[in-house]
């Protein structure tokens, strides 16, 4: 089994903690845009699928942020839909481009460049390295024991 290098998955946290908000704000301020502010929109599901998208980010980066086991599980969840909606719109805007329109997994997130197709398998590399997995588990420990002795 091929491990990554503990500098390559520390590498792409610190990619994963700028780009997932960012994504976040600029998914939800297209979708805002587009949803509200552009001028003759008759189809809602492109922008309204941008806004699932930015919910997703928002989410998932509360998962990377917050280390206890309910925040790993919710953003490894988060990841796999994200992995899998980007790859089902992605292609299907291949297959029938006026039906998907263009939204931030359109064609795999070209707009972005294509950071919406690797950014969320980065995430599931990152969530489930050995050695981050289990600092959700050490801190939701210490955490515990913090209340346990602030009780005493």
Do not use: C
């Not at 845009?33 to 599901?45: R, T």
Request: avoid cysteine; hydrophobic fraction near 50%.
């Amino acid at each position: 089994m091929i491990r990554p290098s503990p500098q390559l998955v520390r590498a792409a946290g610190q990619i994963l903690t700028v780009s997932y908000p960012v994504l976040a704000l600029s998914a939800g301020a297209r979708a805002i845009y587009q949803l509200f502010f552009k001028p003759g929109v008759s189809d809602y599901f492109p922008p309204t699928l941008s806004a699932v998208a930015a919910l997703a980010y928002l989410l998932a980066t509360l998962g990377f942020i917050v280390r206890r086991p309910w925040a790993w599980y919710m953003a490894v969840v988060l990841l796999g839909l994200e992995t899998l909606g980007v790859l089902i719109v992605g292609t299907w805007s291949v297959i029938e481009p006026a039906f998907i329109g263009r939204t931030v997994w359109h064609l795999y997130g070209v707009d972005y460049g294509f950071l919406p197709l690797i950014q969320p398998v980065l995430g599931l590399i990152w969530l489930f390295y050995p050695e981050n997995r289990a600092l959700y588990w050490r801190q939701a420990q210490n955490a515990q024991r913090s209340t346990q002795n602030a009780e005493r």
